[in-house]
């Protein structure tokens, strides 16, 4: 089931990573997850699938942090962790699978405390549900829609873009080819003389996570060591792989 409450009343989603318009809305401070959980705003999962239990998790809000707990027999995955009547406190980004058919993705939407840094407000989200009617002008490569969709191949990748995130790729975007250099890059990305190339290079390993195919070997967004960065949308030439 997925939630039909507005994102404008709460600050974080859990985006389908199996069908790309299903979004549940955390429109509630405690949320159930399972086959059989009967609440206004909880998530039935499919009731053939019988790795999931009936009650199976439970998501709650304690102070300004989302909190997942398992209740399950066959355990509640977050990541590369396999949750088994433990509690863990979820980070944007976070990837939740249950059984066979709930795979999600954690994203916070809001603009304050909430966020680790300054993400999509809740009224840009919501606006950016327009990119399922986009369509990208390329079939090959890389490709940046204005709501922050990005497509690769002609494939809408089934990931959001924080705020930075597209602000990178938005810049390297635009400088395609060419290497942008460290102070050009936070210049751009946060007009913050305080950030570096740590705060880059995170950055960058986020990015990598959610448009490569294999982020331990990019293709697309490369590090010219020492310098900056340089984006490549139909992907490096073999000599710069080397």
Same mark, same amino acid.
């Given at each position: ?20 318009? #299903?979004?549940?809305?955390?429109? =509630? ?36 942090? %989302?909190?997942? #707990? ?43 405390? %909430? ?18 009617? =986009? ?24 990931? %959001? ?28 990305? %946060? ?47 073999? #000599?710069?792989?080397?």
């Amino acid at each position: 089931m997925v939630s039909s409450t507005s994102p404008s009343d709460t600050p974080a989603v859990l985006q389908s990573n199996l069908r790309e318009s #299903e979004r549940y809305v955390l429109a =509630e401070t405690r949320v159930s997850i399972g086959r059989t959980v009967t609440g206004q705003n909880d998530i039935v999962l499919s009731p053939d699938d019988l790795t999931a239990s009936r009650q199976h998790a439970t998501l709650t809000l304690e102070g300004n942090t %989302w909190v997942i #707990e398992d209740h399950s027999r066959n355990g509640t995955r977050v990541n590369d962790r396999v949750l088994r009547h433990e509690r863990l406190a979820l980070h944007h980004g976070d990837r939740i699978r249950i059984g066979h058919t709930f795979d999600v993705t954690f994203y916070i939407v809001g603009e304050t405390q %909430w966020t680790r840094e300054s993400d999509w407000n809740v009224d840009e989200l919501a606006n950016r549900a327009s990119f399922l009617n =986009e369509a990208p002008p390329v079939t090959t490569g890389l490709w940046l829609s204005p709501n922050a969709a990005v497509w690769r191949d002609g494939v809408r990748l089934p990931v %959001w873009l924080s705020r930075t995130e597209y602000r990178l790729l938005k810049h390297l975007m635009q400088h395609a080819g060419n290497v942008c250099e460290y102070a050009e890059i936070i210049k751009a990305v %946060w007009n913050d003389k305080a950030r570096s190339k740590d705060n880059v290079h995170e950055l960058v390993y986020r990015v990598r996570h959610k448009i490569e195919p294999i982020p331990s070997q990019p293709r697309y967004l490369l590090i010219r060591s020492g310098i900056g960065l340089v984006l490549f949308p139909q992907g490096a030439p073999e #000599e710069e792989l080397a």
